[in-house]
């Protein structure tokens, strides 16, 4: 389960989503069996990097409310759950000065890089790994925590309610469950473009809303739920419940690391909606947007900029 963290928000598969991972890096998920995260690790860090602003506002925001009020619950250890490459779990880490903060994964090579992360970063002996995915629930003994994190990956699976019920269950009395789910969809060019016809952006949510439920349709044990996160956070047990969102404004002229990011991300909607879920002008548009060389693609286009929402579900569980 790679996360999401690594990746724009909201629903993986459209990059309203990225990265950023799930019960399985897309092995055996119908839809999803086009992912492989290994192979995206690189893509996955060069996005967390990308990130970084939004995620240390969002770590902080975390360190804000475990404190509470009275002094609150110390975080004395973390997991990241669904950890990919490490970049959250390395943000964490720093942020939290004296914890230990563990990236949980299913993927062998991309906790491999987490580690290589950290002792780039000097967080030898702070940052650990344990392989583990969420699917059918989690491992007692990776618990306690103070504070569990989780970024679109809980979406993955077939019950996900399930999914965060696991994810309490781990949590030390008074400990923190934060997941990143939801949230708005990417944003990265003005409607009129000057090819095509107006209006491509919006047209791709609608497809990748389209292929979200397909994929969730298909996964095993795929339950129905309505997607209210606080009140699932609040079945799971927890109080305190709330949201919050954190913002990554990267305005025109993009610099390149953005560029890069919106070449992988379009490149990726490109090879998904190959079949015809969008008019073949359409498509004409996301070839050229694509084409590395073409003046009008997005490596080089001046009014292209990059505006991502991770929004955060928060919890606590009683004392």
């Not at 000097?122 to 392989?131: F, P, S």
Request: hydrophobic content about 40%; aromatic content about 4%.
């Amino acid at each position: 389960m790679s996360a999401h963290t690594d990746t724009a928000p909201g629903h993986e598969h459209g990059n309203h989503g990225s990265v950023h991972g799930h019960g399985g890096h897309g092995h055996g998920h119908g839809h999803d069996t086009g992912i492989d995260w290994e192979e995206m690790s690189d893509h996955l860090i060069a996005a967390g990097e990308l990130q970084l602003p939004a995620l240390r506002d969002v770590a902080a925001r975390l360190h804000t409310f475990a404190d509470g009020t009275g002094g609150g619950h110390e975080v004395r250890r973390v997991l990241d759950v669904g950890s990919g490459p490490g970049v959250m779990t390395c943000v964490f880490a720093e942020e939290f000065g004296t914890a230990e903060a563990v990236a949980v994964d299913g993927s062998q090579p991309l906790l491999d890089r987490a580690l290589t992360r950290a002792a780039a970063l000097g967080l030898q002996g702070r940052v650990g790994v344990r392989a583990a995915e969420l699917n059918g629930g989690l491992d007692p003994d990776l618990g306690p925590a103070d504070l569990v994190w989780s970024s679109r990956a809980v979406h993955h699976l077939g019950d996900q309610q399930g999914a965060l019920d696991a994810l309490a269950a781990v949590l030390s009395p008074g400990g923190v469950l934060a997941v990143a789910e939801g949230g708005l969809p990417l944003r990265y060019l003005p409607r009129d473009i000057g090819r095509g016809v107006p209006g491509l952006t919006a047209r791709l949510d609608a497809v990748q809303e389209e292929w979200f439920d397909a994929m969730r349709a298909e996964l095993p044990g795929s339950k129905p739920v309505v997607e209210d996160w606080p009140g699932m956070l609040r079945t799971a047990g927890l109080t305190d419940v709330t949201s919050f969102t954190c913002l990554l404004d990267l305005p025109a002229p993009l610099v390149p690391a953005g560029r890069d990011y919106l070449l992988a991300h379009l490149t990726r909607l490109r090879d998904k909606v190959a079949g015809g879920l969008l008019s073949q002008a359409d498509r004409d548009t996301l070839a050229v947007l694509t084409d590395p060389d073409a003046p009008e693609g997005i490596l080089h286009r001046p009014d292209a900029y990059l505006l991502m929402g991770t929004t955060v579900h928060v919890g606590r569980r009683p004392s």
